[in-house]
């Protein structure tokens, strides 16, 4: 069963930092991407950044430049360290991992993690 467990999140100041991880388990596929997303209360779920099996990574315009992701293969971990954060980063933080198996495209998420900055 495959299980991706976030955490890091917190309570933190404009224009500090934080570093969510996300540790992926029981991966029977080859992953393609892995992501981290971004909800705010009463709004959709958004794109942040996501890292290829390559290493190629691609940012949303909102944090490009403050925040970046990365992988740890030993670990299956997936980062993003975020610096510079604006009381508008304040939202539950999800990651995702896509993958294939042969023809079959795998899709999970994370359970979230609550990030909140204050003014």
């Known amino acids: 069963q495959v299980q991706l467990v976030e955490s890091g999140g917190g309570l933190v100041q404009a224009g500090g930092s934080l570093r969510l991880s996300c540790a992926a388990s029981?991966?029977?596929?080859?992953?393609?991407?892995m992501g981290w997303y971004r909800q705010a209360p009463g709004k959709q779920r958004d794109l942040l950044a996501t890292i290829g099996s390559g290493g190629s990574t691609n940012y949303a315009d909102s944090v490009k430049g403050r925040f970046t992701i990365s992988f740890d293969n030993a670990k299956n971990t997936v980062y993003l360290a975020m610096d510079s954060l604006k009381p508008d980063d304040t939202a539950v933080y999800y990651c995702n991992v896509v993958g294939l198996r042969g023809f079959r495209k795998y899709d999970y998420w994370g359970q979230g993690t609550q990030v909140t900055v204050s003014s």
């Open positions: 029981g991966i029977t596929f080859s992953i393609n991407t």
